[in-house]
């Protein structure tokens, strides 16, 4: 039965005419007309819009969920000491190492680190 069916390449699908679908070799040789081509540029840069939209709102819901982490991480780091800190800012006033070593650990500290506030308070009081 497979014998008496013509090649794929010649098969028609239903209601499609025979010169004009990709298995005919003269397909490929057709140029397409400006319109085909105008209306495949604008449906490439309608897809590449959207892609483009999406990539945006995907990155900024990652920065808003990245800030939010990164706020209840600060928030939980509020009341919680730093050792080599504590240790050292009973000697400030007398031992100018130790005054140092302090400094350059409390400016070490992030910018939105809430200890570092209370730190450079607590080093100018011990300083006065």
């Excluded at 499609?16 to 604008?42: N, V």
């Excluded at 819009?49 to 928030?75: C, K």
Aim: contains cysteine; positive net charge; hydrophobic residues 35%.
């Amino acid at each position: 039965m497979c014998g008496t069916l013509p090649p794929l390449k010649y098969r028609l699908r239903a209601g499609e005419q025979r010169g004009i679908g990709p298995w005919e070799a003269s397909y490929f040789k057709r140029q397409p007309t400006s319109d085909e081509i105008r209306h495949d540029l604008e449906e490439l840069q309608a897809l590449c819009d959207q892609m483009v939209a999406e990539a945006r709102r995907r990155q900024e819901d990652f920065e808003q969920r990245r800030r939010a982490a990164r706020r209840a991480e600060m928030e939980a780091l509020t009341d919680v000491p730093i050792p080599a800190i504590e240790r050292l800012m009973s000697r400030v006033r007398t031992d100018p190492d130790a005054r140092q070593q302090v400094i350059s650990l409390i400016e070490g500290l992030d910018c939105d680190d809430p200890r570092k506030r209370r730190y450079r308070t607590m080093l100018a009081n011990r300083l006065m």
